[in-house]
């Protein structure tokens, strides 16, 4: 029943901005770490950014400084904040949902549906 939503992708010029969101709908007693990914064509999907339940961020090299993740107070939210966009950051962004611990339960990871973001040079 519980499925990731995601939504905010388009298309923008170099330096414009996007902001992404990631929704977990449905009811769940895990405790999911939140992150995305991304995927270019003919490329192997790559991390980009990480927020944990206590709210400290990991981000890739080649977003630091331009990307910020963060989520809701109930960490059922997250939403991924992009400045600064590149023609090398367009790719298929999908939000990732993840039980570190498995404190409550079996909880595997969850993949939302990807959205298509797009940067024109």
């Known amino acids: 029943h519980v499925q990731l939503v995601e939504s905010g992708g388009g298309s923008v010029q170099t330096g414009g901005s996007l902001r992404l969101s990631c929704a977990v709908v449905g009811y769940t007693d895990c405790n999911y770490a939140m992150s995305w990914y991304r995927q270019a064509p003919r490329k192997e999907r790559e991390f980009v950014a990480e927020?944990?339940?206590?709210?400290?961020?990991t981000y890739a090299d080649s977003v630091k400084g331009r990307f910020t993740i963060s989520q809701d107070n109930a960490k059922t939210t997250v939403s991924l904040q992009m400045n600064s966009l590149k023609p090398e950051d367009t790719a298929t962004y999908y939000c990732?949902?993840?039980?570190?611990?498995?404190?409550?339960?079996?909880?595997?990871?969850?993949w939302g549906q990807g959205t298509q973001v797009t940067v024109s040079s």
């Open positions: 990732k949902a993840e039980d570190k611990y498995q404190l409550r339960g079996f909880c595997p990871p969850l």
């Open positions: 927020v944990q339940r206590s709210g400290g961020t």
